[in-house]
């Protein structure tokens, strides 16, 4: 079993629209959480960390799942530039970051 | 702030040929990973070295990739010999330690004709 893992996708959503995803990770040890996104011949950037509780940056908002090992990002309001793939990572203490395939986001006018 | 830097930024080179590529870290992180992204695989893991000692190289495919952390500023991953499969993306990135997020370079394309 993959430790992080991602339905590829694609997603194709028109503007405006609201879109979630979801990551499953095997490891129940992780302890840290985070999205990345990497647009097309680019690198991964950190979009966000996830905690425990949940937070929200703007119309970004990611949830943790520690008893199902789920992690879930929910994008408000889709915009053009919102196009890319979605990175789910997570890692355990003493451990690197273990990132998932990625989901693919389309959002279309 | 100067990021991760990488070179070179491609790299277009026959089989059976050397590749050394290169990273410079952020100043003051103490992580360092190099990684191989490809369509099929995704970004895989391939080694990390945390204060320039490597930790975990078990995801360096064969004994023909090596990786080198001289000091603190700066790192190498060899491929010799280059074969057509190891052509892909390799992404260096760093970070203040294991479990932080981590910041990546601009990546190597790798093309082995």
């Known amino acids: 079993r993959k430790e992080v893992e991602q339905d590829p996708g694609p997603f194709n959503v028109p503007e405006g629209a609201t879109v979630a995803f979801n990551c499953t990770y095997s490891?129940?040890?992780?302890?840290?959480f985070f999205w990345y996104r990497q647009d097309c011949r680019k690198e991964p950037k950190l979009l966000m960390s996830?905690?425990?509780s949940g937070n929200e940056d703007g119309r970004f908002t990611a949830q943790l799942n520690r008893a199902s090992q789920y992690i879930s990002l929910l994008i408000r309001d889709s915009k053009l530039s919102d196009s890319a793939t979605y990175l789910c990572?997570?890692?355990?203490?003493?451990?690197?970051?273990?990132f998932g395939k990625g989901t693919t986001l389309s959002v279309s006018s | 702030d100067a990021g991760v830097i990488q070179s070179p930024r491609h790299e277009v080179t026959e089989m059976g040929q050397e590749v050394t590529l290169r990273c410079k870290p952020i100043s003051g992180h103490n992580s360092l990973f190099w990684y191989r992204q490809t369509m099929m695989r995704g970004l895989e893991l391939l080694i990390y070295?945390?204060?320039?000692?490597?930790?975990?190289d078990s995801g360096m495919p064969e004994d023909r990739f090596s990786a080198k952390m001289p000091n603190a500023s700066f790192s190498t991953l060899k491929i010799q010999p280059s074969e057509p499969r190891d052509s892909a993306v390799y992404f260096c990135a760093s970070s203040l330690g294991r479990g932080q997020p981590q910041h990546f370079g601009d990546g190597t394309r790798l093309s082995i004709l």
């Open positions: 990572v997570a890692n355990q203490a003493g451990t690197a970051l273990i």
């Open positions: 070295f945390n204060n320039n000692v490597p930790i975990d």
């Open positions: 490891n129940s040890a992780s302890q840290s």
């Open positions: 996830v905690y425990s």
